[in-house]
Nanobody, 122 residues
Framework: VQLQASGGGLVQAGGSLRLSCVASGRTYSSSVMGWFRQAPGKEREFVAAIRWGVGNKYYTEDVKGRFTISRDSAANTVYLQMNNLKAEDSAVYYC????????????????WGQGTLVTVSS
């Protein structure tokens, strides 16, 4: 199973980006797709997750109201729409998959993608 993330780039504060992550192979309805991020010198942290089948979503507080996670089952793709970006959102963003339910714990996730860099200029 491979996860291919894309969509990162350089954007000004207040701008928007949409990240995409295509999963190879079948994505089961019970699985969860998530996004984490890692800023320089910091630990990787949870951003958002979505349960593939029913679409339940879970966000970290910092991004609520600004980021939206969604999925396209036919395309086997999960998205992260990021609006009103702030300098502190700058990080490498990783998509990942879990079979342990909606979770913010990194250890619950497996099959990590390669990451896509988001840089927000202030």
């Amino acid at each position: 199973v491979q996860l291919q993330a894309s969509g990162g780039g350089l954007v000004q504060a207040g701008g928007s980006l949409r990240l995409s992550c295509v999963a190879s192979g079948r994505t089961y309805s019970s699985s969860v797709m998530g996004w984490f991020r890692q800023a320089p010198g910091k630990e990787r942290e949870f951003v958002a997750a979505i349960r593939w089948g029913v679409g339940n979503k879970y966000y970290t507080e910092d991004v609520k109201g600004r980021f939206t996670i969604s999925r396209d089952s036919a395309a086997n793709t999960v998205y992260l729409q990021m609006n009103n970006l702030k300098a502190e959102d700058s990080a490498v963003y990783y998509c990942t998959r879990s079979y342990r339910g909606l979770s913010r714990k990194e250890s619950d996730y497996e099959n990590w993608g390669q990451g896509t860099l988001v840089t927000v200029s202030s």
